[in-house]
């Protein structure tokens, strides 16, 4: 059977499988190897050096193109890597729309390290009127966040993509909160999608990689060959590990989400609690979209507890069960505070501006047992 045949657990299970030639083996093995053989100068069974390709990397992309309904994938060392790579493969002066919410490192990667290179533009890509204005300038690409990372904004791809294909602007979706579980991006439009492989994806907290899921050749050929030149390529072992991690991508995400809903619903009705955001929730201001564009509404959660900084970090003290930790997307639950932690290189005014305030406090919720979760959450607000 073809991969696009099958549903979305049998490819994450089988997808770029195949028992081993040489030994019958089920589970793909680690080619831990730097290089390869040839028999000729030049001569090679496609595989000359780890850098460029790798068998435990390739099976890995396959999986990887099959989850998102793409042609190709390309997995790098990190999810800021292939960022990296795409704003390298852009010509220099290009103009970039990006997401006004977007990860705090995606943000210091184009504000800083590519700030003279090209021109980037942060708008709120749910203010449509705006991004259809901002269109027709004919950018080279629109970066999106959806979800937003952390205050969980909610773009409708379709809608954004046809006014981009009509002005023949690529769109870039970064789709690491969902997860290829519970949106496909590229089925809305997008012409490219990207991911950290290091959040849902690999799911275990154990790994950090990124990927890139397109159906345009010229795009996945350049990015490549960038990658072959500068070096980030995903390592063996953490291929595995992606691949390991993938086999139960679709049980977790419907475990995160189960746990999530009930989580969001206990913080909703928290009389420490100011607000909650989750696009699961009603009160969601686009959880019609979240509805329409996603299978489900994830793992992650937003809330801002009564109080600023001081009521923050106690209760970020006091949680046992919940890790004070950056990152998400793992089996265990995270808790964080953004505007110290993973937003920090955002400035304070910016973060403001998008509703990042020091009482925000984000959630990767697990899949242990909600209800232990939920006590350590209630003993935390004391
Ligand atoms: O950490 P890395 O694998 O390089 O991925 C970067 C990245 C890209 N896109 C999104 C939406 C992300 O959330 C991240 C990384 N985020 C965290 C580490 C975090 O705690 O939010």
């Known amino acids: ?108 990667l184009f504000t800083t390290v590519f700030q003279n290179k090209h021109k980037f533009e942060f708008i709120d890509t749910t203010d449509y009127k705006l991004v259809e204005k901002k269109l027709k300038e004919k950018p080279a690409l629109i970066w999106i966040e959806t979800p937003t990372n952390p205050t969980l904004k909610i773009t409708d791809i379709q809608r954004v993509a046809k006014v981009a294909k009509a002005n023949k602007v690529k769109v870039y979706v970064d789709n690491t909160f969902m997860s290829p579980y519970f949106q496909n991006p590229l089925d809305l439009g997008a012409d490219v999608v990207v991911h950290s492989l290091t959040k849902y994806i690999n799911g275990h907290s154990d790994v950090v990689g990124g990927a890139l899921m397109t159906n345009d050749k010229k795009i996945h050929q350049a990015l490549w060959t960038l990658q072959n030149s500068i070096g980030p390529s995903c ?42 955001v989750y696009p699961g929730l009603k009160s969601h201001p686009q959880h019609k979209i979240a509805k329409k564009q996603m299978h489900g509404f994830g793992g992650m959660i937003t809330f801002y507890i009564k109080g600023g900084v001081k009521e923050s970090k106690k209760f970020l003290e006091r949680v046992k069960l919940f890790a004070l930790a950056e990152s998400l997307g793992g089996v265990e639950s995270l808790i964080e505070h953004p505007a110290i932690m993973t937003h920090a290189s955002v400035p304070k005014e910016i973060r403001e501006s998008i509703g990042l305030y020091d009482n925000l406090i984000r959630l990767s919720v697990g899949i242990e047992d909600a209800d232990d979760l939920i006590a350590d959450l209630k003993q935390a607000f004391g």
């Open 235 to 276: 390592s063996p072992f953490d291929s595995w590990l992606v691949l390991r991690g993938i086999k139960t991508l679709a049980v977790r995400m419907r475990a995160h989400e189960e746990n999530a809903k009930k989580i969001a619903a206990f913080l909703e009705g928290h009389a420490k609690v100011d607000k909650v």
């Open 1 to 108: 059977m073809k991969n696009k045949d099958l549903n979305f657990a049998t490819k994450a299970i089988h997808a770029g499988g195949h028992p081993d030639k040489e030994t019958g083996a089920v589970m793909p093995p680690i080619y831990q190897t730097s290089t390869y053989i040839q028999s000729s100068p030049g001569k090679h069974k496609g595989y000359e050096y780890t850098r460029s390709h790798n068998p435990t990397r390739t099976r890995l992309e396959e999986n990887l193109a099959a989850l998102e309904n793409a042609k190709y994938a390309l997995t790098t060392s990190s999810g800021l890597a292939m960022n990296t790579l795409i704003m390298h493969m852009l010509p220099e002066g290009s103009h970039i729309l990006c997401g006004d919410d977007v990860y705090g490192g995606t943000y210091r």
